[in-house]
């Protein structure tokens, strides 16, 4: 008999809200359909009491998705709890999750609690929840630092108080293997009541552990993991999906458990991450990097063509990741289209495979084949685009070794058009003084990066903006064979992103944990 281990993704929670990972709720909207077709169990939602954008993202996903529990975090307040419980109750099956922090340096330096008041806070906490649903985690932040006899006191209290899971956090990425198993060793056997409820892990990546602890917390009796897609989140990371769900699904001879993810699901769920963020995967990251199943070296290439399993693991297949690609072109029906952007993660509605086939179609007419990136421009300029409030309408810049770059930008502002040049030290940076100032934006430019998508000196130029503004950070991108109209592209994508969040979802976020 083998064990079932119950996957918790956090993705579009702790995920989310790390530095640069902000989606806008289409974009979440989009990824909870993906994580349910993924078949991960718990889909943490978000945060609702953080932000009026965090709490309408939360209901609309709670009110879709059918397939898996829906939870929503909250502190101990009662204001956070409403708010979880106001997000999620549509949901079919919700779930509260309420953490404090127990470790003695928060309980000094943040909470200013002692630790019967901690107790109670959480003790009273799920009492009030309880009038709401009977499905509560609690979680002890911080805990993989916390006395472990408090640990045992504060889960055994929040079982009897109605908690149906408890899970212990190494917040801060600090645990190392064999202390974190032992710790949730030492849990199951020093709790009263901890056979009322399913133990679970929550991991971060500070020093390169976090699946390494994940598996270590599994063996030791944790029953439930919480992970990420791709692993991001807060800092290093969380642990990361793939990687515990491969390396249980891989290593099954040794690991006596199973999940019910759908492993072939696993590519296109990260792809669709990188894509909706922007933020790409490192080439070597386990199971979904872009090495993970490439074999450079002669020796080993020499090794795979006799036989795949002198240095292949797992099949790229298991992963979702199809290796023997059909190029597309112009004689490409509209099924292998949709299967195509299937692979990458999205499942979309008729409509939208009409509208983007017929692009591709326009495309297909002027160029002999379409490749990856292609679609994935496709995807982003009509699918993943949020309304226009600034659109270029003409641009003309002038560079050269022998003047002053100047940019005159034309741009349609609320229907109204708009013209001014500026200047800059170079082409792109008179392009974006001369937007900045028709705009007037108040947010600043934190990165800027040019790739190109194709080899070729006529290849598409990619650019990509980070943009800050009120704390508050978001991408713009944009694609065009001339750099400079590519660089402009991706400036106006990025303030129209800003300017959507600002009517949308509430820029002012509070404190998260
Ligand atoms: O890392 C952490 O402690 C958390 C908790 C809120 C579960 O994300
Ligand atoms: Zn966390």
């Given at each position: 008999m083998t064990d079932k281990i119950t996957i918790f993704d956090t993705t579009l929670r702790d995920g989310e809200?790390?530095?640069?990972?902000?989606?806008?709720?289409?974009?979440?909207?989009?990824?909870?359909?993906?994580?349910?077709?993924?078949?991960?169990?718990?889909?943490?939602?978000?945060f609702p009491s953080s932000s009026e954008g965090d709490f309408e993202a939360v209901q609309m996903i709670a009110r879709k998705i059918r397939g898996m529990e829906v939870a929503a975090l909250a502190r101990t307040s009662k204001e956070d709890i409403d708010a979880a419980w106001g997000a999620i109750r549509e949901t079919a099956n919700?779930?509260?999750?309420?953490?404090?922090?127990?470790s003695d340096i928060h309980l000094q330096h943040k909470l200013r609690m002692d630790r019967n008041q901690v107790v109670n806070e959480a003790v009273e906490a799920i009492r009030y929840a309880s009038?709401?649903?009977?499905?509560?985690?609690?979680?002890?932040?911080?805990?993989?630092?916390?006395?472990?006899?408090?640990?045992?006191?504060?889960?055994?209290?929040?079982?009897?108080a109605g908690a149906t899971t408890v899970n212990l956090p190494d917040t801060v990425g600090y645990a190392i293997p064999d202390e974190f198993s032992d710790l949730i060793a030492y849990i199951r056997s020093h709790t009263p009541g901890i056979g009322k409820a399913t133990l679970s892990v929550h991991c971060h990546n500070d020093l390169g552990l976090a699946t390494a602890n994940t598996l270590a917390g599994i063996h030791a009796g944790a029953r439930q993991v919480e992970v990420t897609v791709n692993g991001i989140g807060e800092r290093a990371g969380n642990t990361s999906l793939e990687e515990v769900v491969m390396?249980?699904?891989?290593?099954?001879?040794?690991?006596?458990?199973?999940?019910?993810?759908?492993?072939?699901?696993?590519?296109?769920?990260?792809?669709?991450?990188?894509?909706?963020?922007?933020?790409?995967?490192?080439?070597?990251?386990?199971?979904?990097?872009?090495?993970?199943?490439?074999?450079?070296?002669?020796?080993?290439?020499?090794?795979?063509?006799?036989?795949?399993?002198?240095?292949?693991?797992?099949?790229?297949?298991?992963?979702?990741?199809?290796?023997n690609r059909i190029v597309l072109g112009k004689h490409s029906g509209r099924h292998a289209f949709r299967d195509r952007l299937r692979r990458f993660g999205y499942d979309l509605s008729e409509g939208d495979i009409d509208r983007l086939f017929m692009r591709f179609k326009e495309?297909?007419?002027?160029?002999?084949?379409?490749?990856?990136?292609?679609?994935?421009?496709?995807?982003?300029?009509?699918?993943?685009?949020?309304?226009?409030?600034?659109?270029?309408?003409?641009?003309?810049?002038?560079?050269?070794?022998?003047?002053?770059?100047?940019?005159?930008?034309?741009?349609?502002?609320?229907?109204?058009?708009?013209?001014?040049?500026?200047f800059?030290?170079?082409?792109?940076?008179?392009?974006?003084?001369?937007?900045a100032k028709m705009t007037g934006t108040g947010s600043k430019l934190l990165r800027f990066s040019i790739d190109s998508l194709t080899g070729g000196t006529d290849a598409q130029g990619s650019v990509t903006v980070r943009l800050e503004e009120e704390g508050v950070?978001?991408?713009?991108?944009?694609?065009?064979?001339?750099?400079?109209?590519?660089?402009?592209?991706?400036?106006?994508?990025?303030?129209?992103?800003?300017?959507?969040?600002?009517?949308?979802?509430?820029?002012?976020?509070k404190e998260r944990p």
């Open positions: 809200q790390s530095p640069g990972y902000s989606m806008n709720t289409p974009e979440k909207m989009y990824l909870a359909s993906q994580l349910e077709k993924l078949r991960v169990d718990v889909l943490e939602a978000g919700p779930r509260i999750h309420i953490f404090i922090a127990t009038q709401f649903t009977n499905n509560i985690e609690f979680s002890a932040e911080d805990g993989s630092r916390t006395d472990r006899n408090f640990l045992c006191r504060i889960f055994e209290a929040a079982i009897s390396a249980l699904h891989t290593r099954r001879n040794y690991l006596p458990y199973f999940t019910t993810v759908n492993t072939r699901e696993i590519y296109p769920s990260s792809h669709l991450l990188a894509m909706i963020t922007g933020i790409p995967v490192q080439p070597n990251k386990a199971i979904v990097g872009a090495n993970a199943f490439a074999h450079e070296a002669g020796i080993h290439q020499n090794g795979v063509l006799k036989n795949k399993t002198t240095y292949e693991i797992m099949e790229p297949a298991t992963i979702g990741l199809e290796t495309l297909a007419d002027k160029r002999k084949e379409i490749v990856d990136e292609d679609l994935e421009v496709l995807v982003a300029e009509e699918i993943l685009r949020v309304p226009d409030t600034y659109e270029l309408k003409y641009l003309n810049v002038i560079s050269g070794t022998a003047t002053v770059p100047t940019a005159t930008v034309q741009l349609e502002i609320a229907g109204k058009l708009e013209q001014k040049a500026g800059g030290v170079g082409p792109i940076d008179a392009t974006y003084n001369t937007i950070q978001t991408l713009g991108k944009g694609n065009d064979p001339d750099i400079i109209v590519a660089s402009a592209k991706a400036y106006i994508n990025g303030l129209n992103r800003l300017e959507y969040m600002k009517k949308n979802q509430s820029l002012t976020r």
